[in-house]
């Protein structure tokens, strides 16, 4: 039973995987593509040790699962924080399907 | 203090979670070790700590906030889950269906750890990525993926989001 | 018009990748215990390689910024799945070890990007 739930979770996973990085080849720029990658990448490999765990229970290695988990959900968004900051204090333009840039109205209107 | 002991014993729990046949060696080295990490992460545990609001400091009020995190743990993991079918969505269309821009919210959250959860939250929920945090004006921007109207107007998931971490964290 | 084509050639690509991941009969090097995480493997490194082109392409340098970074999420799941079937536990540790590298080797290249120091 907790086999079959587990292989249902890495299946999963390896969809979400799979999606964001289709979505890191299709969209337009930088920004769209850490939108994708950041959100779709993270769930699926959090999908996938998910079912790690599921599999081994509450031994050693499903622990160590849990806590890698833990720890891929926790810093996954500040390095995409990091790179779009750093993506547009490096000044990379945004790409023309664009609406609204609020982001660099205010930062780098001093350059 | 009381935090301290509570971040203790985590620590010594997935100490000995790890070392499944345990014996008298493995608790005093796992003593010394989760010693030493509680002893390292002490500010983080203090920030926890509500310094100028002197309401209440007492186990209560810790277990009211660990209740209200739960809570907001099961409607982030929701949020997330339709966040990546949304995203998964967009990606296959054949038309591309995006409108993206940068806007910027206000926020009425005051602390560092706080702050950092929203942010950090609203990166896995739909179509947000945070790209700064103006601490001083409490201004937070954020990259869409769908932007309705012209870039004004609020997130209905940070309000939400907002709601209950003000509980938690202020 | 020919957003539609590109789209309809990728799409029968990708299927055609499936369908040979699902149905061919590939020679086994390693003694796998099941043949659907053997595939699953695949299915993975699939994903990985169409990182490793937009890190080959990326017009400028956060693009293969963000690839690399994606890759390093990639391959704590690689770790994951490799450690079920082939019964060693300790490529969950090789998984931790390398999150906690690749987010710090981000974190510096995301400085540097910036403009900044590193001690800044």
């Given amino acids: 039973m907790n086999e079959t739930v587990g292989m249902v979770f890495i299946i999963v996973g390896l969809a979400f995987d799979f999606f964001g ?20 990448v993270t769930l699926g490999t ?31 968004p500040v390095s995409a924080h990091a790179l779009a900051r750093a993506a547009y204090l490096s000044g990379v333009k945004p790409c023309k399907e664009t609406v609204a840039d609020a982001y660099g109205e205010d930062k780098l209107k001093g350059r | 203090m009381i935090l301290n002991f509570i971040s203790f014993i985590l620590w010594f729990s997935i100490w000995s979670a790890l070392r499944r046949p345990i014996n008298t060696q493995d608790i005093i080295l796992g003593v010394l070790v989760s010693g030493f990490v509680t002893f390292m992460t002490a500010d983080l545990s203090r920030s926890l700590d509500d310094k100028k609001s002197s309401k209440k400091r007492s186990l209560f009020g810790i277990l009211t906030k660990a209740v209200y995190l739960s809570y907001y743990v099961v409607i982030f993991l929701w949020e997330c889950i339709k966040a990546n079918i949304d995203v998964a969505f967009r990606v296959l269309h ?77 | 018009m020919t957003r539609t084509v590109r789209w309809a050639i990728g799409a029968i690509s990708i299927l055609a990748v499936a369908l040979g991941i699902v149905y061919l009969p590939f020679p086994s090097m390693i003694r796998w215990q099941s043949d659907f995480l053997a595939r699953s493997f695949m299915w993975l490194i699939f994903s990985a390689i169409l990182c490793l082109w937009r ?66």
């Fill in chain 3, 55 to 120: 890190v080959l392409r990326g017009p400028t340098a956060p693009d293969r910024a963000v690839a690399i970074d994606m890759l390093g999420i990639l391959i704590v799941g690689f770790c994951a799945i490799l450690s079920l079937p082939t019964g060693r536990d300790w490529y969950i540790d090789i998984g931790i070890a390398w999150a906690l590298q690749s987010f710090i080797g981000i974190m510096a290249l995301a400085k540097y990007l910036e403009g900044k120091d590193f001690d800044e």
């Fill in chain 2, 94 to 170: 054949p038309s591309l269906p995006i409108r993206p821009g940068t806007i910027k919210i206000k926020t009425a959250l005051k602390s560092d750890i706080g702050l950092t959860f929203l942010a950090n939250s609203l990166t896995l929920t739909p179509g947000n990525t945070t790209i700064d945090v103006d601490k001083a004006a409490g201004v937070l921007y954020v990259h869409r993926l769908v932007i309705k109207d012209g870039g004004s107007g609020a997130i209905p998931v940070a309000v939400k989001f907002e709601k209950i971490l003000k509980k938690v964290f202020d």
């Fill in chain 1, 46 to 76: 959090c999908g996938i040790l998910f079912g790690l765990f599921l599999f081994k229970g509450f031994s050693p290695t499903g622990i160590k699962a849990l806590l890698c988990l833990l720890f891929i959900i926790v810093t996954a």
């Fill in chain 1, 21 to 40: 990085c289709l979505g890191l080849i299709r969209f337009p720029d930088v920004y769209n593509r850490i939108q994708a990658s950041a959100k779709c």
